[in-house]
């Protein structure tokens, strides 16, 4: 099974050297803003090599996103990201359509919960999919309002 062998390639990139450098970086102390995150070590580059070799469902991708571990959700998103660029170049409206709400939805969760998740995966999913639909942009606007930081 895929996501086997995806768990099983990220737990065997694990740095836990790294991992404690990150636990305390990216806040997830009691109280603080990632509370509850475990970090495995991993950085954007290896994150994103991993990635580039899955080509996930949408149920097996929620299997990542629902977890505490950032790198599986972080993972997630990039294999999410290139299923969106991969339904753009294809011009599939209603599986673009089908990814932003999916991405919406994980928002909603907690699943996207921290800076480096929002930040190198919205522009890429939310800004490419509301770009030319400014009559839909009014999701902007809630999101903005949300009491959620993220």
Do not use: C
């Not at 990139?13 to 070590?41: H, M, S």
């Not at 950085?43 to 097996?60: C, F, G, M, S, T």
């Amino acid at each position: 099974m895929p996501i086997e062998l995806l768990k099983k390639e990220i737990k065997s990139a694990e740095n836990k050297k790294q991992a404690a450098l990150l636990q305390r970086f990216f806040k997830t102390g009691k109280g603080e803003y990632g509370e509850g995150d475990i970090f495995l070590g991993l950085k954007v580059p290896q994150q994103r090599a991993i990635a580039k070799k899955y080509n996930l469902e949408l149920k097996d991708i929620q299997h990542l996103l629902d977890s505490k571990i950032h790198e599986y959700r972080m993972i997630g998103l990039f294999i999410l990201i290139d299923k969106y660029k991969k339904s753009d170049k294809s011009k599939d409206e209603k599986q673009k359509k089908e990814i932003f709400n999916f991405y919406l939805q994980n928002g909603k969760k907690g699943n996207i919960n921290n800076w480096d998740l929002i930040d190198l995966s919205s522009p890429n999913i939310i800004g490419s999919f509301l770009l030319d639909k400014k009559n839909e942009r009014q999701i902007l606007y809630k999101l903005a309002r949300s009491k959620s930081l993220w």
